[in-house]
């Protein structure tokens, strides 16, 4: 029989979930971890995983295509059955018998089943009651935000979940939505031979510097897709020629599927918030040791506290958490200053991100908008990556761009863009710059090898001129 009473109980075993359980248990306490679906979550089975897949054979199969020499020698089209093969491969079939033997293996206790809060420090789950000594972290995650438009619901939309588990590519699929989510479909889709309409409110990727929704749709245009920009969705009706979607230009929009890709809601509205004084269906917030506000037993980690919905920094909450409330427990002492194992700083201003989308976009840090904003004496340096030689070699005709912005007052890089065909490795450099705040006059003497596409950072330097 499994015991009921642990020093930390975990709700949700997304990678959230696993890595705070992992670290509270390596710091010496003992973890019990109680998962509805699927250990591992949303990022192995319906997110980063799948849809990374899915997008990675047609995007290799373009790179090959834009290198004189390859191009001649692989002219075949995409194998669609097998890129979901592969795909089927990297969520294990959506099975998680592996990770749930890594939990046991890694000395944590696990339940299946739907939990609740029902008081201070304790939590149910299908009529069993357990109790936290010391804390309990709410690690839920979220799911996709459904828009309230006439019709919607009846053609039983997609959204993420079935676009990265589709079994099958849809001749013509409608995205409602320009972010992140709804870019990396399309180009995924876009690659399988469907026909691909997306209908965004905004520029897509609006969050980003401008340059990269504008790269991004010129990209998606060049390969067949339609990019409606600053229009919304009236209605939906299916029928047997498909969905159609009517748009506030008064135009119309046929497909055989809708993705809805609109943003995230939190997975609390279930949660029993109300027992313990918290309202259900809110984000949870947090400090930064991810301590719920007014509570020394409650935390909250990865995108249910909705501070970056990324699970790189949802891992990176996980470690800071699991190692402070080991600490709190036994008094081990906190760590909790700007850069302290205990606090998750970086959340603030210095998040990493890649949309693998045709060309990728990595940015870290601060848009210039954004800089500007938050009252930084901000200058923009901008850089054209073909012009890079290392970029020329590695794709004929090579397009991108690059950007970084510059704390004036410091001398200090802020945040970085880079679009363009694989550029999301060049992204790690920008992120400990950043975070390192290095300053301008170090980073000339940081040398990048020749003829790499690395060589963007002295190009971007000599353009900022030496200080
Ligand atoms: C299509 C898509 C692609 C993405 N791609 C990337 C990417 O490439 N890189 C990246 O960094 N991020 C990506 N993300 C974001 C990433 O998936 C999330 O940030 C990450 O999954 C959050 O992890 P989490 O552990 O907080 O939540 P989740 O992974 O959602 O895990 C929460 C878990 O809690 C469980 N749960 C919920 N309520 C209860 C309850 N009451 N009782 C028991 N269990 C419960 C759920 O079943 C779930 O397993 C993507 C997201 C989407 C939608």
Not at 267 to 285: A, K, M, S, Y
Not at 298 to 323: E, S
């Amino acid at each position: 029989m499994i015991d009921t009473t642990y020093d930390l109980i975990v709700i949700g075993a997304g990678a959230v979930g696993e890595n705070i359980a992992d670290r509270a248990v390596q710091g010496g306490l003992t973890a019990l971890l109680i998962e509805s679906e699927l250990v591992g979550g949303e990022c192995s089975y319906w997110a980063c995983m799948p849809s990374k897949a899915l997008l990675r054979s047609g995007i290799a199969l373009r790179a090959a295509q834009a290198v004189g020499g390859t191009r001649e020698a692989v002219t075949g089209e995409l194998d669609v059955a097998a890129t979901f093969a592969r795909r089927n491969s990297f969520t294990s079939n959506w099975d998680d018998a592996g990770q749930v033997k890594w939990v046991e293996s890694a000395g944590i206790a696990f339940v299946r089943g739907h939990a609740r809060l029902t008081g201070e420090r304790e939590v149910t789950v299908d009529g069993t009651v357990y109790s936290a000594r010391h804390a309990v972290a709410v690690c839920t995650g979220s799911a996709a935000m459904l828009p309230d438009i006439p019709g919607l619901s009846e053609v039983t939309p997609w959204t993420s979940r079935e676009a990265t588990s589709a079994k099958v590519a849809p001749k013509r699929l409608a995205i409602i939505g320009g972010g992140v989510v709804g870019v990396e479909m399309a180009t995924a889709y876009q690659s399988f031979g469907t026909t691909v309409t997306i209908i965004s409110r905004a520029d897509l990727l609006s969050n980003q510097e401008p340059f990269a929704g504008e790269l991004v749709t010129a990209a998606l245009e060049k390969f067949g897709a339609t990019v409606l920009r600053g229009v919304e969705t009236l209605s939906a009706h299916r029928d047997d020629t498909g969905v159609t979607l009517t748009l506030d230009n008064g135009t119309t929009v046929v497909a055989d599927e809708v993705l809805v890709s609109i943003g995230r809601v939190p997975n609390t509205h279930d949660l029993g918030l109300e027992n313990v004084g918290l309202t259900p269906g809110d984000w949870l917030d947090v400090d930064d040791t991810m301590r719920v506000s007014g509570f020394d037993w409650l935390y909250a980690c990865g995108d249910v506290n909705h501070r970056a919905l990324l699970t790189h920094q949802g891992k990176y909450q996980a470690r800071a958490a699991g190692d402070v409330i080991a600490a709190r427990a036994l008094g081990t002492g906190v760590h909790d200053n700007r850069f302290g194992k205990h606090s998750a700083t970086a959340d603030h201003e210095m998040v990493p991100q890649v949309t693998f989308s045709d060309p990728e976009v990595a940015s870290v840090g601060l848009t210039a908008r954004a800089a500007e904003k938050a009252g930084y004496d901000v200058r923009v340096v901008d850089y054209n990556l073909g012009g890079v030689a290392g970029a020329a070699l590695q794709a004929d005709g090579y397009q991108g761009q690059a950007r970084m912005i510059v704390d004036e007052k410091r001398a200090v890089i802020i945040g970085a863009t880079f679009v363009g065909q694989d550029v999301s490795e060049l992204l790690h450099a920008a992120t400990i710059a950043i975070v390192g705040e290095v300053p301008i006059d170090r980073l000339w003497h940081a040398v990048p090898a020749y003829p790499t596409m690395s060589e963007i950072w002295l190009r971007l330097l000599e353009t900022y001129g030496r200080p």
